[in-house]
């Protein structure tokens, strides 16, 4: 069975920071992208950034790029989204995704992944 299961979400001022950790189980790790992707309740899902394992290349969203990092720990099946410089506008649900890499054709179409994790909730706020 495949579980996803994001952790490290939570209440941050403006220009702190968070650590996303998704843990994944029920497939083989490194023949899977993981993504992040981000909701809020009047927007559509939307794609962060993104980590194939077979070649290690990572994907950013413009609206994070130079502020947020994906990386990956195979030993222990998680992917982390560290979140610097955060902005009131990144509040939303961040939600993890997981999907073989030799189906992915656009890390940020969220119809390409067919497995996904409950979300964590970001608050960036003062």
């Known amino acids: 069975e495949v579980q996803i299961v994001e952790s490290g979400g939570g209440l941050v001022q403006p220009g702190g920071s968070l650590r996303l950790s998704c843990k994944a189980s029920?497939?083989?790790?490194?023949?899977?992208?993981i993504a992040w992707f981000r909701q809020t309740p009047d927007k559509e899902r939307k794609g962060v950034s993104c980590?194939?394992?077979?070649?290690?290349?990572?994907y950013y969203a413009d609206f994070v790029k130079d502020r947020f990092t994906i990386s990956s720990d195979i030993a222990k099946n998680t992917v982390y989204l560290q979140l610097n410089g955060l902005k009131p506008e990144d509040s939303a649900v961040y939600y993890c995704?997981?999907?073989?890499?030799?189906?992915?054709?656009?890390?940020?179409?969220?119809?390409?992944?067919?497995?996904w994790g409950q979300g964590t909730q970001v608050t960036v706020s003062t």
């Open positions: 980590i194939t394992h077979h070649d290690g290349d990572t």
């Open positions: 995704a997981a999907a073989l890499t030799a189906t992915i054709r656009n890390p940020f179409d969220r119809y390409e992944y067919p497995y």
């Open positions: 029920g497939f083989t790790f490194g023949d899977y992208g």
